[in-house]
């Protein structure tokens, strides 16, 4: 596959951040069994891959605006650009030593995704995208599933945890999906389970309570890999609510209409 230039920097950014992960997963299991436990030390694992990226990105083009989750956000005087970097999404799976992590990296062109680059180190798979361009994953072009029935369908989800999100209304949703599909998957990493969407290993996903740099590079995959991404109302507004509904074109319409099912009277 052809890349572009700036397609190029984001996935040496990404390898780069990714071997720094990855050295540091090596540690997170002999840290599990101390008192003080791992957190401290995955913060700063989490930190130095959002510096690896930040500095390897600026580095290209100095001019961008950067947003990543680790710091705060940098304008830049281009206007136009501007790059949504997650450098841990599923910093969860990570602290406990499990291998479903990722470096996320999206490019935003005036308001629009243009490029995007997910990289699980801990797999050695590389996500690639680029608007116009199809999905890749290493070198392989994807697609989305095509199954067009709910009930033969894999759906993805996240699942609201301590202190986030509306507990009772994913409950009621959780519900209503479980009943009409084959299985139900919650691995834990946002920006992966998209990915896994654009590959074909789930049919759909849904999940609310997310920021811009755990989506971006995703939503632009699935369009990519011919799939359909919107929010949970089927708006294109994943950004300013924070949610996202996702599948190919026949699942993505029928998890919509399953997650909004009202709540039945008893």
């Not at 299985?183 to 849904?206: C, E, K, S």
Request: net charge negative; with cysteine.
């Amino acid at each position: 596959m052809a890349r572009s230039a700036l397609l190029n920097v984001m996935v040496q950014a990404a390898l780069k951040a990714g071997k720094s992960l990855a050295r540091d997963f090596g540690e997170v299991q002999n840290l599990q069994v101390s008192v003080k436990g791992p957190g401290d030390f995955v913060s700063q694992a989490d930190f130095r891959a959002e510096k690896i990226v930040r500095e390897e990105l600026l580095k290209a083009r100095p001019t961008y605006g950067f947003l990543g989750e680790e710091s705060e956000e940098i304008k830049g005087t281009d206007g136009a650009h501007r790059w949504i970097v997650d450098p841990l999404d599923g910093t969860t799976n990570f602290l406990h030593g499990i291998p479903q992590f990722a470096v996320s990296i999206a490019l935003e062109r005036n308001g629009e995704i243009v490029a995007g680059v997910i990289f699980n180190p801990a797999t050695d798979e590389l996500y690639t995208s680029e608007k116009g361009g199809g999905a890749f994953l290493n070198d392989r072009r994807i697609r989305v599933g095509a199954r067009k029935v709910l009930s033969d369908c894999v759906i993805g989800c996240g699942v609201p945890h301590l202190g986030r999100g509306q507990h009772g209304k994913f409950l009621v949703e959780l519900r209503h999906v479980m009943n009409e599909v084959s299985g139900v998957r919650r691995m834990g990493a946002a920006a992966l389970d998209l990915a896994y969407v654009a590959a074909g290993r789930l049919d759909g996903f849904w999940e609310a309570q997310l920021n811009a740099w755990d989506i971006a590079a995703g939503v632009l995959l699935i369009k990519e890999a011919g799939g359909f991404v919107s929010d949970m109302k089927g708006a294109q507004e994943m950004f300013e609510n924070g949610t996202v509904l996702a599948g190919n074109e026949y699942i993505r319409k029928a998890l919509e209409e399953v997650v909004n099912r009202p709540v039945p009277q008893t």
